[in-house]
């Protein structure tokens, strides 16, 4: 699909890493100019350094997901900078692991707020600008929500992220019955993830009897998680990589989906097969 993006403009938040800075790769090799934002501002402009030596064009600004004023300032700005707004890819998140009886309302509450909180901001502040007529007559707009595999299934010891990722899932399919009701041309879908080979699992709490809940075969009292063994366990024996995700976002960001809204795009090596 080269080319399929060219004019298009994309908010991918999350995007200094892993996920998240994949996807902003792959649309921008597509040909549209990303806005990139993370908390992680050396990362968030390492993403788009990446871009630019690949031909493509992306700026960077600084977003904490879960601040509204911010998702204001920032969609505003990239209406003052480019006019328009065709693509928002929702990916910013958080791994709170714990067993249910251990989980603090804190870390809870963090948890829903930059995984689905955020989400609900983002379509909030983005949909009227992605409602925008455009000088070259494109009308509607792909929202897309990185949910997980944790979206559509439980896992011990991570109650608080499926129900975020499940939030996420239905978030989706309720704002694709809006924008199909408003006939705005705007779609709306989440993509969940199998086991993907990113930083996010090095940042999971894994202390004491957890690590044993969360993934079965770990070592009790690990404080990393090895991706590669966690990985081995989906059908097809090993785990993902970021820019197998950023290939289905650029699939859902395109007009080669144009009939796809409220829907589920598994990415997972057939973890959820079974
Ligand atoms: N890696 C996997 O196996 C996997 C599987 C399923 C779903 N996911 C989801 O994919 C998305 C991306 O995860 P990843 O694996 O690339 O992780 P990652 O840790 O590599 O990247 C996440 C990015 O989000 C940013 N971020 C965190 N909190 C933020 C905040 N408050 N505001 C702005 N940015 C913030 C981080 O700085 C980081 O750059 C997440 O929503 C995650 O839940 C990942």
Known sequence: MMGALTGRVAFVTGAASGIGRASAIALAAEGATVFVTDIDAEGGRETVAMIEAAGGTATFRAQDVVEEPRWAELVTRVMDLYGRLDILVNNAGIGTSGLITEVTLEQWNRQMDINVTSCFLGIKHALPAMRQPRPDGHVGGSIINISSVAGLGGSAGMSAYCASKGAVRLLTKAVAMECAAARDGIRCNSV?????????????DTSGALSAALL???????????????????????????????????????DASRYMTGSELVIDGGWTAH
């Open 192 to 204: 969940h993830p199998g086991i993907i080979d990113t930083p996010i699992w090095q940042k999971l």
């Open 216 to 254: 079965g075969s770990s070592q009790p009292g690990a404080n990393t998680i090895d991706v590669d063994a966690v990985g081995a366990g989906a059908p097809v024996g090993y785990a993902g990589r970021p820019e197998d995700i950023g290939a289905g976002v650029v699939f859902l960001a395109s």
